[in-house]
């Protein structure tokens, strides 16, 4: 997909720095609304600014349930599935959302952090006795989600190495492997319907649990759309989770006096997770495709029902009306949490606060156990994925 203009929207994946150079590209070439063409020839509006972002996703002439009907304009192929949270609208999309949101509260989220610090640190031994140069990915970016979604999930502890194996070999999927990705696919989906059987028998304390069982205002669900609901879970869970921490990592290697001041002052991790979600290029795709179901002015253009909107979430999260001098990263940045990175309105990222405190107790331990953490090649040297998400293959370190 291209702008009108010729500037491209998706940065290549091989140049961290790309993120910067592309989000002005966009910004600056385009202004808070532009025109762009699906590969398909497909025409799309973009919405760049932070107001135009926030709009698309708060406002409800801006339709999921109109984007992911069949043949609609997409960027991702999870659209036309039915029974998914992200592809409804109110009200349907309230009650279901009221379901799965209980497991997310607040309170819920922060049982969890003596377990994730457990996690972490277990993790961490294993990379100190291997000594380096140890790849953090391996060793903590990549494990860490899915021992994370093994808890939220119930899956048993003996049945872990299989469902880690599993994800790992499913959404990294590139077309050359897509015949692994396929056959991984199929056990998956066969495991989780024998767990969601067992969680009926014997509902213990997780996130299928608590699917099964609606509280007196939720609505009875089928397996067959606890299922399907639990896809994006593992994509948020997992890959999300895990690109976001490595591409942090790279970006407080490449900025030294972040990552120093963060050794010095540990108590800024939680504000620099949501610095480094504003900062950071996950998704080259921006938010999930929305159709306008009625007129809308969008920042002074006028759009007509039935138009395909695109709300380029990391264009907006370097917008300089919100974020001065957008740009730098400034682990001290007040206001960071105005970012856009879990989207906004109906349907913000449930899991939200999930993945902060797992970015959070993941460098917080980081910066206490190795202060003088540094790659152990040239950053631009790493590998890079060129698919859906933009994060390191690989990522040597020594300390």
């Not at 020839?41 to 069949?70: C, K, M, N, W, Y």
């Not at 294993?126 to 021992?147: F, I, N």
């Not at 897509?178 to 998956?188: R, Y």
């Not at 740009?327 to 939200?352: E, I, M, W």
């Amino acid at each position: 997909m291209s702008l009108s203009d010729g500037c491209p929207v998706f940065p290549s994946p091989q140049d961290p720095s790309l993120d910067h150079d592309i989000s002005g590209c966009v910004r600056l070439a385009a202004g808070p609304v532009a025109t762009a063409v699906m590969a398909d020839g497909t025409p799309v509006r973009l919405a760049l600014s932070h107001e135009a972002v926030r709009q698309v996703l708060i406002d409800p002439r801006f339709s999921r349930a109109e984007a992911s009907r069949p043949g609609a304009p997409s960027v991702v192929p999870f659209h036309g599935q039915s029974g998914l949270l992200h592809a409804m609208d109110p009200p349907e999309h309230t009650a279901l959302r009221a379901h799965i949101g209980r497991f997310f509260t607040s309170r819920t989220v922060e049982r969890l952090r003596p377990e994730i610090e457990g996690l972490v640190a277990e993790l961490l031994d294993a990379m100190e006795a291997a000594g380096p140069p140890a790849d953090v990915v391996a060793h903590l970016t990549a494990p860490l989600p899915v021992k994370v979604l093994c808890r939220l999930l119930g899956v048993p502890y003996e049945d872990h190495e299989a469902f880690r194996g599993w994800i790992e070999t499913i959404l990294p999927a590139s077309a050359s492997a897509a015949g692994q990705a396929a056959a991984a696919a199929e056990q998956l989906t066969t495991y989780l319907e024998g767990l969601i059987e067992a969680k009926r028998r014997t509902p213990g304390d997780d996130l299928i649990s608590t699917l099964l069982a609606p509280g007196p205002d939720d609505p009875p669900l089928d397996d067959a759309t606890v299922l399907a609901n639990l896809t994006p879970v593992l994509v948020a869970g997992h890959d999300t989770t895990h690109n976001q921490l490595s591409n942090s990592l790279v970006a407080l290697f490449t900025h030294r006096d972040q990552w120093d001041l963060l050794v010095r002052r540990p108590e800024l991790v939680p504000r620099a997770v949501d610095e480094l979600l504003r900062h950071q290029l996950l998704s080259r795709v921006g938010m999930l495709m929305r159709v306008t179901t009625a007129r809308v002015d969008l920042a002074g253009v006028t759009l007509p029902p039935g138009t395909a909107v695109n709300a380029l979430n990391y264009v907006a999260n370097r917008d300089p009306a919100v974020f001065p001098d957008p740009d730098r990263l400034d682990v001290r940045r007040q206001g960071t949490a105005k970012h856009l990175a879990f989207g906004a309105g109906p349907h913000y990222c449930p899991g939200g606060q999930l993945a902060r405190l797992e970015l959070s107790v993941a460098l917080q331990a980081l910066v206490r156990r190795f202060p003088g953490l540094r790659p152990a090649v040239p950053v631009a040297e790493l590998p890079w994925k060129d698919g859906i998400m933009r994060g390191p293959w690989h990522l040597p370190v020594s300390w």
